[in-house]
């Protein structure tokens, strides 16, 4: 009837009213709690133990705080001063502005972190699976600014990076953030966003410049060689322990150069992925890879180049004595392909280059170290260099096809092709102990065609009366060549000495031979050359021609002695009967032709 729904009625209402009031109370008891709370937090006194106990329970490791307080407010700010959590970072100032709502589920209880002065070590994953990521923890925080961050990198078995982080500013829950860092005398800006804390799916940019990429690749655990100043900008981008840098371009030196790389942190030893390419290769870049000396005075130069110029400079020395660190080879795995579509090289020939080389457990493989000269002659080369142990091992072979004589001395001095083969064992971990043990040998052959300057044929045969005769009728726009029947020979190594065999040029008007060795542990050469006439000449002086010195400053001598007793026998003769005198000056051409057979022919095919 209408009395009991009206009753219904007015009991709904009521039982409305005692759960507004009930839920007054709880807010005003809830309240009284939280500004109790903050009154008991407002206290560095009370404060500080409360949070620092707090805080080892949340890291679960001991943690020291020398304060700790709370300032009052509708968002109300938790003060730190002197964070130490125990091997795992370290905070001189850290303020967390707190919001009220963030227990409720799906909230931040951190709105932001004001951190300053602060180290954190970040342990990169193992093969156990341990390390990487962030602390669970900072999920409570929203947003982030971060000034003069320590990063201690650590990887097991290796010693700690250290990078600086500058500046960073970014949101922990949608994965927002950028930051400026320096580490391994470079500087890193990132850019970009990730799906969590793990970095997964992040994606962003990234620009880095340097003085040396091998030292921002150590800080990271991964073995890169040394290189001059750089500057490079791209896309970058993280997923399942992978980080990508594709595509990106820039400046090493003052080569241009794009691609992609891409590091791999889940392997037992992390491993480095290349595509590079260059359209420009300024071949001097690549100076310092083994410590050869680098042109500085138009680029900015780093301390490896300055250092590998003094020791140049100082040395006497042509090979480089550039030593391999064993450590970096050994700690990271790589595969690089670097191609060069136009190399600036000076005085050398080359016009374009390519390099594929592998890093695996210790051992170094290129195949192939590719060159390409001006006139499509080919070096083709293939090296495996194994630093497992101390006692570094290196074998080399190779290939030199289509090389253009005529790129040697601007054409004046021979113009055909050459072939050279060369194959050597090596052991040392330094360049100039490598060579003083090389053993093998380098073949060398001309191909059918080739021409040599007359001048030079009279030269090596000290054929006074053919140069003087070639001199005042030779064009020097033009000068004369004649042709080879056959050219090369054989330079065999041993214990670092290499020993000339069977080393000859034959032409219808002379065989030239050379003799002797070049020692690769003293650089020192001890070479003659020798000539013998097919024709009858006059004017042919006795002796012969050297090349001594070493390989940096050959010298060319001649020895006189024995012109000296052709000129006291002319003159004996002279003075018997003028005509006479000539007699010890001419040559009566007895020299025979070489079997071309014995010469080291060009592969088949």
């Known amino acids: 009837d209408r009395g009991a729904l009206r009753d219904a009625a007015f009991g709904g209402v009521g039982t409305v009213r005692r759960i507004l009031v009930f839920a007054a109370v709880l807010t005003a008891a809830f309240a009284v709690m939280v500004t109790g709370g903050f009154w008991f937090l407002s206290s560095p006194d009370r404060a500080t133990g409360f949070v620092e106990a707090r805080l080892a329970a949340m890291a679960g490791r001991p943690v020291a705080l020398e304060g700790a307080w709370v300032s009052p407010g509708l968002k109300p700010v938790l003060h730190l001063r002197q964070l130490d959590i125990e091997r795992t970072g370290s905070a001189q100032t850290i303020d967390l502005h707190l919001d009220p709502a963030g227990i409720l589920p799906g909230r931040q209880l951190i709105a932001f972190a004001g951190i300053d002065e602060a180290a954190f070590t970040y342990r990169m994953r193992g093969r156990d699976g341990s390390g990487g990521g962030l602390p669970g923890y900072l999920s409570t925080v929203r947003d982030v600014d971060i000034t003069q961050l320590r990063l201690s990198i650590q990887r097991p078995g290796r010693e700690p990076a250290l990078l600086i982080i500058t500046e960073a500013r970014g949101n922990l829950a949608s994965g927002d953030f950028r930051l400026t860092a320096a580490g391994g005398r470079s500087v890193l800006h990132l850019n970009g966003s990730a799906e969590g804390l793990s970095l997964d799916g992040f994606s962003g940019e990234m620009e880095m410049h340097g003085r040396n990429f091998a030292e921002l690749a ?43 790389m891409s590091a791999d942190f889940g392997r037992p030893r992390p491993r480095l992925t290349a595509d590079l390419t260059s359209d420009n290769l300024d071949f001097d870049d690549l100076g310092v890879v083994i410590g050869a000396p680098s042109d500085i005075e138009r680029t900015t130069a780093n301390d490896e180049q300055e250092a590998a110029n003094r020791a140049y400079a100082s040395s006497g020395r042509l090979i480089p004595n550039a030593r391999l660190d064993t450590t970096r080879v050994r700690t990271a795995d790589a595969r690089v392909r670097f191609t060069a579509r ?13 390099i594929v080389f592998e890093l695996d457990n210790g051992v170094m493989t290129f195949e192939p170290l590719a060159f390409e000269t001006a006139d499509r002659g080919r070096l083709t080369a293939y090296a495996t260099i194994d630093a497992r142990t101390d006692t570094v091992r290196t074998e080399a072979e190779g290939e030199l096809d289509g090389f253009e004589l005529a790129s040697i001395g601007n054409g004046r001095l021979a113009r055909g092709q050459m072939h050279v083969a060369f194959a050597l064992a090596m052991t040392g971990a330094d360049l100039r102990t490598a060579f003083a043990s090389a053993d093998g040998e380098i073949t060398a052959q001309v191909v059918p065609g080739t021409r040599i300057r007359h001048l030079a044929v009279e030269g090596a045969g ?11 009728s030779e064009d020097e726009a033009d000068p004369g060549f004649i042709p080879v029947n056959c050219a090369g020979g054989v330079f065999r190594a041993r214990d670092g000495r290499l020993q000339a065999e069977n080393v000859l040029v034959d032409t219808d008007d002379s065989v030239v031979a050379l003799d002797g060795e070049v020692s690769l542990e003293t650089e020192r050469l001890a070479l003659a050359v020798a000539a013998e006439a097919k024709d009858v000449s006059w004017g042919n002086l006795l002796g012969g021609v050297a090349v001594n010195g070493t390989l940096r400053n050959p010298e060319i001598d001649v020895d006189a002695a024995p012109s000296v007793l052709q000129g006291v026998l002319a003159g004996l003769l002279g003075s018997a009967a003028g005509p006479l005198a000539v007699l010890p000056f001419t040559e009566l051409g007895l020299g025979e032709a070489v079997s071309c057979d014995s010469l080291p022919g060009p592969p088949a095919g």
């Open 218 to 260: 150590a800080v990271f655990g991964l073995s890169a060689p040394d290189t001059p100043p750089f500057s490079l900008y791209g896309d970058v981008a993280h997923e399942g322990g992978i980080w990508t840098f594709s595509p990106f371009n820039g400046l090493v030196g003052d080569s241009d150069l794009a691609g992609t």
């Open 342 to 354: 136009n190399v600036q090289a000076g005085a050398v020939p080359l016009s374009a280059m390519e």
């Open 462 to 472: 000290l054929d006074v009366g053919e140069i003087l005769l070639l001199r005042l």
